[in-house]
């Protein structure tokens, strides 16, 4: 006879095929299958008490474990995190002079920056609503700065259109815009609109392309100021000359509306966003203050098990070659999926596989030392990005000292494809591709950048992929399988959020495993 009842992944199944994703994720979130979304998990007023004579070990001293860590201790729980390199915060990674990168298949890089200078290998940037992550910030002293996102005056980028030549971004911005509202006007004003509104309605809207678009009285689009100068407005008689309009055959040919014109209007790529003063690293070191001497380095997850009353973890001290194991009542495990399918456990098969099947993000990153900082000097851009359809993606310019003899020029920041064949190279021919693609923007580069460093997140030992790569299907059939604790096992991390590659994500899923130890304590 069938079961009257219907199972958790029954019940979310029927909620996707009415709801949608987010029906399915709300659902999860009411079930207790997955953290919140976008909102701070709330902190537990539990008392020092309450996690007096209960033992945590804490895999991975990333953003994740260190929230976990710091929560915990708090609440009095006796905790020991692991850490299988020298130094804690996982992916938030700073890179300064004398620092040294490894990767697998290639020779190591020591950094040759002079002092002060510093390049966010991972990640840059924090939007105004990553509540948490913000909260955090507040509460420990990390002083935070502006970091502009979108500069109208950066470039773009397009070997297909313009022959190649670099074109400021506000150019493109406003040249499109004027160009859909001037067509958009000649069908109102033709009553080629297929839905019919009054004249009133029609004279409203044909004013606001007007403005929307700076056309002129006949409603062309002939330039606009929002566009940029030929000759900037001076003083006197001097009012200066527009840019001339971009061809719209060639805008249409370079595909910028794809996504780089808009992706300032992402919910989390705003166009000023913040970031911590002196490196995203003075998040890590705040943490590690804190937490002390309950940091173990250099000690390398190998097995995890666990029965209804404990959990044992063995790793292996990467400085003695020795083995070591714990017996405690609960585990955090916050390490990368690519990782942690290699380790020996004794979790359920289905864990085992949903483990597996999920794909990492390839994502590089390369970094020059600037003697000058041309890009402000001779191109007057201050802070953002200018975007390229070369392997380099993108260059990002610092939001900080502004004026300075010297910098950092982020020359590099890609991802999929393009991160796939940009990591195979090696670092010197990182660099060369790097020196002739940006070269593309700014002709004058090579001259005054010197000392990079790259890093290919796919290539670095215990994280193998920038973030983990959710779709529609997975998040409904294996985020739930994956968020769920394996026995005394809890698992944290972005790749357990609905923001993977934030450090957000880490932080909420970290919040929302505390609370469930705490319930269950």
Not at 196 to 219: A, R, S, V
Not at 397 to 413: M, N, R, T, V
Not at 440 to 460: G, R, T
Request: net charge negative.
């Amino acid at each position: 006879m069938k079961s009257p009842f219907i199972t958790r992944r029954g019940l979310l199944e029927r909620a996707g095929r009415v709801g949608g994703l987010s029906a399915t994720l709300t659902l999860s979130q009411v079930l207790g299958l997955l953290p919140s979304g976008c909102s701070v998990v709330s902190e537990s007023n539990v008392s020092f008490e309450h996690g007096k004579g209960t033992s945590v070990v804490i895999i991975g001293a990333g953003i994740a474990g260190l929230i976990s860590a710091y929560e915990l201790k708090n609440a009095g729980y006796s905790v020991t995190v692991l850490e299988a390199k020298q130094s804690a915060g996982g992916r938030n990674l700073t890179i300064r002079g004398g620092d040294k990168i490894t990767e697998n298949g290639h020779e190591d890089q020591v950094c040759n920056f002079r002092d002060g200078l510093y390049f966010n290998a991972g990640p840059a940037r924090i939007p105004s609503h990553h509540l948490t992550i913000l909260d955090y910030c507040r509460k420990l002293g990390v002083k935070l700065e502006t970091f502009i996102h979108a500069n109208r005056n950066a470039y773009l980028q397009d070997n297909r259109a313009f022959d190649g030549k670099p074109v400021r971004s506000g150019q493109v911005i406003n040249d499109t815009r004027g160009f859909i509202a001037e067509n958009l006007s000649r069908s109102m004003k033709a009553n080629n609109l297929d839905q019919e509104i009054t004249i009133n309605d029609q004279q409203n809207l044909l004013e606001f392309l007007k403005n929307f678009g700076n056309l002129d009285d006949y409603h062309r689009y002939m330039g606009s100021p929002r566009a940029g100068y030929q000759t900037l407005p001076g003083a006197a008689e001097s009012k200066g000359i527009v840019n001339v309009p971009l061809n719209i055959s060639e805008l249409m040919t370079a595909r910028f509306w794809t996504w780089k014109l808009h992706l300032e209007e992402e919910y989390n790529h705003q166009a000023v966003l913040l970031q911590p003063v002196g490196g995203m690293d003075r998040i890590v070191d705040a943490f590690v203050s804190h937490i002390g001497n309950d940091i173990t380095y250099g000690a390398e997850l190998v097995e995890i098990t666990n029965d209804d009353q404990s959990t044992k973890v063995v790793y292996k001290d990467r400085y003695s070659g020795g083995f070591n194991e714990m017996e405690v009542d609960f585990c955090i495990c916050t390490v990368p999926l690519p990782i942690l399918a290699k380790i020996k456990t004794n979790f359920t098969t289905d864990y085992t596989q949903a483990i597996k099947s999920v794909p990492y993000m390839n994502v590089c990153r390369l970094a020059w030392q600037a003697s000058n900082r041309f890009w402000e000097e001779q191109d007057h851009i201050y802070g953002g990005v200018s975007w390229t359809n070369q392997d380099i993606e993108r260059l990002v310019y610092p939001s900080h000292d502004f004026q300075s003899d010297s910098g950092i020029l982020i020359g590099a920041e890609n991802h999929w494809k393009r991160a796939e064949r940009f990591g195979n190279l090696s670092p010197l021919e990182r660099a060369r591709f790097a020196m002739s693609d940006g070269a593309l923007i700014h002709p004058i580069l090579p001259k005054f950048v010197s000392d990079p460093i790259s890093i290919a997140w796919q290539n670095i030992p215990f994280a193998q992929g920038g973030w983990a790569l959710w779709d529609e299907q997975s998040v409904k059939e294996i985020l739930p399988i994956l968020a769920a604790p394996q026995g005394r096992v809890f698992f944290a991390g972005e790749h357990l959020s609905h923001l993977p590659g934030w450090q957000e994500g880490a932080a909420l899923s970290a919040r929302h495993v505390v609370n469930n130890i705490h319930n269950q304590v």
